[in-house]
């Protein structure tokens, strides 16, 4: 669009100011209501503003690090300010006061006794190639200001692309103000950055002595003139020879400059429309409901645009970069985002799972193998010479139960005919590398998991044998819809085969319960480890003898208080800052959870379940990190804070887990099987998708039932099912009512504080009988903890071995019970029952 005509634009309410051939704005259409994160800046503590063309990464006292997918453009972001008739040099992100996080931008606010300065950052999707994230500045002052920006320029490609010194700049003046062109080695290879009304810093000449000097943009405010303008930093990449010249850098610079309020509407809206769209709950948990909708954002938020091929693609999460070349996990992972598609097809973006296996499909290997890593500057280089694209084994498995589940969500058939071959491929790949002759696909074909193990790694392990098992169901399923009968016999007969040979290699009866590997001729290892809970991720059978399993992976063993340590703290191997052999990733919390809700341990489901979710508001504001140490509450790091699978570990508990809701659009049909807490009276889920069908699904007490009941807002009605024992369907299909236990109780939770150890109660077991309900608990010697008993028979006298009940509101309808833990050191366990 041509710049008279934003002059007067009408529909953002923008006025516009001309500074040199660049200009700001005085007005965008930002709105205070919806979603928002806002607390004090944290020193040292993350964020993350990400989009499909542009991130940023820093720490909350506004430094950042700038990427122009797939390119970093700068790093180490500083602000200095000088205000007139105050002869203090003024360290402007030293006081960083506040940090305010919405779904469309992050708000940092800068604010000293003469001024305050706002940092408002966006990365908005609809912007073209080779532009990203953009940065205003808004400006109030008592008087006028002098603002230096300085930061480092780097230009360099995504590794393993190409890299090269440092970029060198020129400034280029343009009216009274003017922009940074950023030279590499490489005439294809260029950035450029401006800001209105900006002159440029120290430009050291070539005759000097050879000393590094930051690039600065420095700005004059003039409180009268200027007002509480919109100041952007604008930046740009080119990455042929035909857009990295200074022209086509000008010109594009030039285009977002004017193009800007639009831009920012645009992005707006698409955020509004989302929240509008995507599945959300609403429960008695304010705080949980928040953190639900935050992880589905999160996720949205991690969607990139391939440059040439203009593909839409999941990264595994963003993390500063440092002095490396990639940030954090910002490439493109098979496994992560195929993890990822359960919670994706459960908040209903059937179109983002279809493109992100279109994604997958289209890099298979010729021999079926689906790939894992894909950088985001992959299409630059001669990237199947690396050794990553195919270098894990599990992404074949989980892309055909990750199809399968996207079928059953969307009803999308067509697509799975469309892609048949790829499905068979990857199908006959799996079922042809046993080299073991066990019938069990090996990690021959790349690792499983761990990518290192001290005693060696392994040739099988649980996890991959596990999944091979689920993908045979998976295919069972994807052959009938594909006409394939005997195929799909077949494929059942291996899934059963399979849990048979697991049993047989992998169960320990003296210790009761599974080897981490199988590595043949009778030759195990041992190690205790949570990777055999993955056998429950499909809500297939899962195994046969798991009942001291899911015991110790609920004890302090395995169980901190913000999650799920992959290795037991008791084993030889454990080692709590290690990557694979300790440290506690919310990913396994999260399998976990949604192993204990299906096998009947909500309790502890739901204690994996809320430290999870409770680690949305701890980090980057608004998501989920990688990894923790396995001894103190602390993230690693190098733990990419805004990582993908992290935040889908809050959506799938919930949706599967919690309110156990599975969907099957080939039937209009949802299957239930609710654990909601004792302490919730009701509860929604809202905009669930089925197919094309959206409908609600609401969640209410009446005495010793839980009555679920479905209504379809779009599409053809949608029915529910049940395989739970003693549920009534009702109302034609419309309603279920499940039967609740006479007494049921509900446990606390809270992360604890930073660089805390592991203390809080653990549920190691529940048990339900007609007239009691025993639980099995643990908890530091000496300590106590208070419980919420529920009655929901009427006039029932209840009571209590190994624990006092005290009376509660009347209102509530919860009673409290004390639970007190003897004397000792360490953790001692405890059974309570109570009885009616």
Known sequence: MKRAVWAGLAVCSVAIAQVGGFHTIDSLPFESD???????????????????????????QGTFEAWVLPVKLFNDFRITAH???????????????????????????????????????????????????????????????????????????????????????????????GYYVLHTDFPNMAGAIAMPGAEPGIMAPYQEKPTFYPLQLKLHYDPQRDGARYFPLLMAVGMTDETSTKQALHDKLMQLDDDLPQIYAAHAASYAKMQKERTAIDTPDKDLNRDFAWAVTSVEQLKVKLDPSGETALVAGYYSSGDSARPGFGWCFGRDALY???????????????????????????????????????????????????????????????????????????????????????????????????GIYDNSQGTGWVESWPPGMP?????????????????????????????????????????????????????????????????????????????WWNGDKGLEHADNSFRLWASH??????????????????NPISYHQGSVWPLFTGWMSVAEYRTGHSLSGYAHLMQNAEMTTTQDLGAVTELLSGDYYIPFGRS???????????????????????????????????????????????????????????????????IARVTTSEGKPVKLTTAVAGARVMEKGMAIAFPLPAVEVAIPHGLP???????????????????????????EAGTGVTLKVRRNAAKLKVTADGGTLTPGEEASGLD???????AGSGYVQKTVVLRW
């Open 34 to 60: 919806g979603m928002v994160l806002r607390q004090h800046v944290e020193a040292g503590m993350p964020f993350t503003v990400a989009g499909e063309h542009g991130v940023l990464v820093g720490e909350q």
């Open 83 to 177: 205000l007139k008739d105050y002869d203090v040099p003024i360290d402007l992100n030293r006081d960083a006061a506040e940090i305010e996080v919405h779904p469309d931008r992050t708000v940092i606010t800068y604010a000293h006794i003469g001024f305050r300065v706002r940092q408002i950052m966006f990365a908005p999707d609809g912007v073209a190639q080779g532009t990203g994230a953009v940065v205003l500045f808004q400006i109030n002052s008592t008087k006028p200001l002098g603002l230096t920006f300085s930061f480092t320029p780097d230009v360099e490609p995504m590794w393993p692309d190409r890299s090269q010194g440092v970029p060198s700049p020129e400034w280029v003046k343009e009216g009274t103000s």
């Open 340 to 438: 990822t598609m359960y919670a994706i097809d459960g908040f209903g973006d059937f179109k983002l799972s279809r493109e992100e296996l279109e994604f997958l499909i289209k890099r298979q290997r010729d021999d079926g193998k689906i790939m894992h890593e894909y950088s985001q500057t992959a299409a630059f280089i001669d990237w199947k010479t690396l050794p990553y694209m195919y270098a894990a084994a599990d992404s074949t498995p989980l892309f055909l139960t990750a199809m399968l589940n996207y079928v059953r969500s969307s009803g999308d058939v067509a697509f799975l005919k469309e892609n048949r071959e790829a499905v068979e491929k990857a199908w006959h790949f799996e079922t042809t590398h046993d080299t073991d002759g066990d």
């Open 459 to 535: 040739h099988q392990e649980i996890y991959l044998a596990e999944l091979d098992r689920q993908a045979s169901s998976a295919m069972a399923e994807l052959d009938k819809l594909l006409g394939n009968d005997a195929e799909a016999n077949a494929a059942a007969e291996r899934a059963t085969n399979i849990a048979r040979t697991i049993e047989e290699e992998y169960y320990l009866p003296a210790q009761q319960r599974y080897a981490f590997s199988w590595n043949g001729n009778g030759k195990r290892d041992e190690t205790s480890t949570m990777f055999p809970a993955i056998a």
């Open 557 to 574: 063993d395995f169980s901190t208080d913000w999650g799920l340590r992959d290795v037991a703290a008791s084993d030889p191997l454990y």
């Open 640 to 706: 990419t804070t805004h990582q993908l699978w992290s935040s889908a570990m809050v959506i799938t508990p919930v949706l599967t887990g919690m309110f156990g809701i599975e969907t099957d659009a080939l039937t209009r049909r949802i299957k239930l099987d609710p654990h909601l807490p004792a302490d919730w009276d009701e509860a929604e889920v809202e905009r669930v998708h089925v197919g094309s069908a959206v409908c609600t699904l609401r969640f209410e007490r009446r005495g010793q039932s839980m």
């Open 753 to 779: 504080l930073p660089g805390a150890t592991t203390a809080q109660m653990k549920v190691l077991g529940q048990t339900e009988a007609a007239h009691s309900l025993t639980l099995n608990l643990e908890a």
């Open 816 to 822: 409290g019970l004390e639970v007190k833990f003897p």
